[in-house]
């Protein structure tokens, strides 16, 4: 997700980019240390309450290091940059074989194991495909059914081979690529998680691009407050919830999508049909465990829709939120138990 179309907005959090402030909360309890920064082609907007054993110091010198850990991940992951291993695993002949470092290699397996948690809707092998469309986006032309069916043949993780024993990836078939662009910023935000626990953080909020991830609270008092915007309203808020230890993720067709002769394109593809996402599902949000996953399964939840739900609530820990085109109305529908373990509140 790209900030400057970004979903998720956090409650009275007025940025001020690349910079560190101290302000004081808004309900008054603590301070809290407010920095962000650009990465991964997205502002990623990292928050830490002073309170408990955290000071002003080791609070900006935490956020450093997950600023930094960010950056290395980007190095590994971007798709822009020729020598990330992404690249070089895309620039990869059939049967040829690229060892890429162990976190790439397991990311690459995890989406591999969500694509058939989500029956083949999140997929990393969509690439050719976005592709082509971001070719029809800039010709303002659309791609014929015969170019489709053509980039149709080259997608599906059946011709993405891991060998797990060795950690190296190869494709059985000519053209694959891989795009981790529905994956890679809920696991980078992880990771930035992570470090900021490695360095004694216990209450922090990490918002890269949009991707969140909620830890511990934002004052003794009071959990974090997210609120998801209003897909067709940036300047109003849709709904919001109280999050403790939590990622939230949403991918939407107001991203970065694009309109031709009247129709608006997503920039989610559905790997059955090589068409972008159309339907009723304006925005999907998920609430996870981990961002990483939250990141994957709101992608799939776009191409599901709302079948898409009971494949969610068999996922422990994970609960969705979709938003509807219903008669011209928005609707929102969730999965079983959200509202009250959330207390999201429409707005
Ligand atoms: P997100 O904004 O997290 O939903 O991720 C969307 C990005 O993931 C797109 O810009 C593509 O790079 C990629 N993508 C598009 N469709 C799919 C799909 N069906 N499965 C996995 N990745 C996708
Ligand atoms: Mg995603």
Same mark, same amino acid.
């Given at each position: 997700?790209?900030?400057?179309? @970004?979903?998720?907005?956090? !409650? ?19 301070? +809290? ?63 040829? #074989? ?15 194991? *969500? ?41 599906? #993780?059946?011709?993405? !081979? ?6 190296? +990836? ?5 053209? +694959? ?36 991830? $909620? ?38 067709? *107001? ?7 009247? #129709? ?10 090589? *068409?972008? +996402? ?6 999907? #949000? ?15 939840? $776009? ?31 969730? @999965? ?12």
């Amino acid at each position: 997700m790209k900030f400057s179309q @970004t979903l998720a907005i956090l !409650i009275a959090s007025a940025l001020l980019f690349f910079s560190v402030r101290f302000l004081s909360n808004s309900d008054g309890t603590g301070r +809290v240390i407010d920095s962000t920064k650009l990465l991964m082609g997205s502002f990623v907007q990292i928050k830490v309450p002073i309170y408990g054993r955290v000071d002003e110091r080791s609070g900006k010198k935490a956020i450093d290091k997950a600023f930094e850990e960010i950056a290395r991940l980007e190095a590994l992951f971007s798709a822009f940059k020729e020598e990330s291993e992404l690249s070089k695993i895309n620039r990869m002949n059939a049967n040829e #074989t690229f060892k890429p470092s162990a976190e790439v290699f397991d990311l690459i397996e995890r989406a591999i194991e *969500y694509n058939e948690k989500t029956k083949g809707a999140f997929d990393i092998t969509v690439k050719p495909l976005v592709d082509l469309w971001a070719r029809s986006k800039n010709e303002k032309k659309l791609p014929s059914h015969a170019d489709i069916k053509k980039e149709l043949t080259r997608i599906g #993780t059946r011709y993405i !081979i891991l060998d797990k024993l060795n950690k190296s +990836v190869s494709f059985n078939r000519e053209g +694959v690529k891989i795009d981790l662009g529905g994956a890679a910023q809920g696991y980078a935000t992880d990771r930035a998680i992570k470090v900021l626990k490695e360095n004694g953080i216990e209450n922090a909020l990490v918002n890269l691009g949009g991707d969140m991830y $909620c830890m511990g609270r934002k004052s003794k008092d009071e959990p974090w407050n997210v609120g998801i915007q209003h897909p067709r309203n940036k300047n109003k808020l849709f709904f919001e919830v109280r999050l403790e230890d939590k990622a939230i993720n949403t991918s939407g067709d *107001y991203e970065k999508y694009f309109i031709l002769n009247g #129709t608006r394109y997503s920039h989610i593809i559905d790997p059955r049909t090589g *068409y972008p +996402v159309g339907g009723n599902v304006v925005s999907a #949000t998920i609430i996870d465990d981990d961002s990483t996953r939250a990141d994957m399964l709101a992608t799939a939840l $776009c191409v599901l829709g709302r079948e898409g739900l009971g494949a969610v609530e068999s996922i422990k820990g994970a609960d969705a939120i979709l938003i509807i085109k219903d008669k011209g109305a928005l609707k929102i529908e969730m @999965t079983r138990g959200l509202r009250e373990r959330y207390a999201v509140q429409e707005k």
